[in-house]
């Protein structure tokens, strides 16, 4: 069902062939979740009502003006703005906007669409699917544990959850919204809602308080109590022998710790840094790209145009470097988090890779050569055995509310990996073949 779905992109939506062969197996997969029964949209999201049901039996019921246990409250207030202090009224109404698809063009669509609560708040999709068919050129980074972010969006154009949220209701593939009068005006006739908005900030419907409501219930989705975290608190027997050995590959030899750092001051694995790793360089040229780029973004400075190119055309593959226009961040993304890693599947910025051990494979031959490439993409040279175990440990970065979610993944995973692995390569990783001759080698000659 998914794979259908996938591939009527519609024109301008250009699918290679490694990205089928990469995410097939998953997206077939996802259609064989638990629970038949559960109502779905036009989109494959679960229906609203579904998961607001839940995400109700997910949260705790506590003091949201309070600090999250599993962060530090120093921490905490550093990153929550003092005109979006969290109360239980702000966040009530930024869960109610999450929800609602009234705020799209053509009401099919809300946060929740590819931020569904029962697919690891990410829609499991390689590339996320907005109003009229549309796609856009990235995957869905899940919204879980977004609160201590430093940027926003896979090349950091937003500053704050404030500023991002407001973003995807007036992008023409997303969510489609003209303007941000519109906007407002699908929900301010809605007594509920001017009853809200008054309650949680003291004013009337405006769409600065509905970008600060959705950043607040945001927040709230701090999900990090998993088998790893209760590994570094003492229990030994909290995650396997395997996962262990997994996470000393983790800090040593696969030098993940690089850019996702792993401590108590820095929970989520991320350097909040970005980098080229090699992922867009498959299929796209840097060079023309970033003139393409510059030429477009000259014509029209504005943030609006700006978040259009980044989701809508080709010019997405040149990340950073569209915020930035430095060349030295062409085809740079920010480092995802990986706590719950093992449920947000397919992985990097176009969704290209379909399991875990296609992520590792990928690391492990040093990327994908191009001249852009960071200069700590080295291979790896990983054995199948030592692959596996950091697989593994990947897996205990899970939130345990969703450990039934997170074994079906990874028994979907492992099958996938076992009967195709098609960014495996032996000679790259244990450079029994060098990047500069692979880069030779799709040079096509220029000898008559």
Known sequence: MYRTRFLRGGPGFAVSVFFLLGAACVLTGASEEPGQDVPRDEHGAASIEYQSQVLTGLLPAEDVTQPPAAIDPVVW????????????????????????????????????????????????????????????????????????LQSLFLDGRSPS?????????????????PDEDTALKAISGDPEY????????????????????????????????????????????????QA????????????????????????????NRFHNVGVSAR????????????????????????????VGTDLSELGRFMV???????GSFRTLLILNIGITPPYMHDGSLATLWDVIDHYNKGGEPNPFLDGGMEP?????????????????????????????????????AEQQ?????????????????????ATPSTDQ
């Open 194 to 241: 001017q009853a809200a908005f008054r309650k949680a900030y003291g004013r009337e419907v405006n769409y600065e308080d509905l970008g600060r409501a959705i950043a607040a219930f945001e927040r709230t989705l701090v999900f990090m109590d998993s088998p790893f975290r209760r590994f570094l608190a003492g229990d030994a027997e909290a995650i396997s022998a």
């Open 77 to 148: 207030t550093a990153f929550v703005p003092e005109d979006n202090a969290l109360s239980a009224d702000r966040v009530a109404l930024g869960r109610k906007l999450y929800f609602d698809t009234r705020l799209s063009q053509d009401g099919s669509v809300s946060c929740a669409t590819c931020h569904d609560v029962t697919r690891g708040f990410t829609d499991q999709l390689p590339v996320s699917e907005g109003i009229r068919g549309q796609f856009g050129k990235r995957n869905a980074p899940t919204t879980l544990n977004v609160a201590l």
């Open 421 to 441: 692995r098609p960014f495996r390569d032996e000679e790259m990783a244990f450079r029994r073949t060098l990047g500069f001759e692979k880069r030779v080698q």
């Open 161 to 177: 959850l404030e500023h991002q949220a407001k973003m995807p209701i007036l992008n023409p593939v997303e969510m489609g919204m």
């Open 324 to 330: 930035t226009r430095n060349r030295a961040e062409i």
């Open 380 to 416: 790896l040279a990983l054995t199948e055995e030592e692959i596996n175990q950091l697989v593994a440990f990947l897996f205990t970065l899970t939130d345990d509310r969703f450990a039934e979610e997170n074994q079906r993944q990874f028994e979907l995973q492992r099958a996938a």
């Open 244 to 271: 262990k050995a997994g996470w000393e590959l983790f800090n040593a030899k696969a030098r993940c710790m690089t850019c996702h750092p792993m401590n108590p001051s820095n929970p989520l694995g991320t350097d």
């Open 283 to 310: 299929h796209q040229d840097f060079e023309a790209l970033a003139t393409q780029a510059l030429r477009a973004m000259e014509e029209d400075t504005s943030e609006q145009k700006l978040d259009e190119l980044a």
